[in-house]
Every structure is written in structure tokens, then in C-alpha cells.
């Protein structure tokens, strides 16, 4: 399972979470809060990517797209 929080993408397999974001963690912190719901996440099962939506700034959608 994956997910996204205010601490950054957190993936677990049933056990403790663990951080993915780490790497874009400046770019996390200019997620646009406010609009949190609008952050998506897609799991390509052929490529085993994670792709993620991010609103950052001043943005009312995502704006930023991170594999």
C-alpha cells in the first residue's frame, strides 16, 4: 500500500511505513496543503512505478509529476 501524507509517500507491505519522498522532499514541502485531496497516485504494475500528482504553490491541481 501506498500513500501520501503530509510527511511525504509512505509505502508499507503491512509492516512500520516507509519513507519514499525522501529524494523530493523540498519539492514535498511546496505541496499546496489546502488542496491535499487532489494528489493522485498510480501504481504501473508493468514499468513497477509509482507515479505521483502533486499540486505545489499556489496550485489548485496537481502541477508536478514524479515517478
Keep these: ?3 501520501a501524507s503530509d ?3 509512505l509505502i508499507t507491505d503491512g509492516g512500520a511505513p516507509d519513507k519514499l519522498s525522501q ?3 523540498p519539492d ?3 505541496i499546496n ?3 491535499r485531496q487532489r ?3 498510480v501504481n504501473d504494475q508493468v514499468t513497477k512505478r509509482i507515479y ?3 499540486p505545489t504553490g499556489e496550485a489548485q491541481g ?3 509529476i514524479y515517478p
Design 39 to 41: 494528489i493522485w497516485l
Design 1 to 3: 500500500m501506498t500513500w
Design 23 to 25: 529524494e523530493i522532499q
Design 33 to 35: 496543503m489546502a488542496v
Design 52 to 54: 505521483v500528482g502533486l
Design 28 to 30: 514535498w514541502d511546496s
Design 7 to 9: 510527511q511525504g509517500l
Design 62 to 64: 496537481p502541477n508536478l
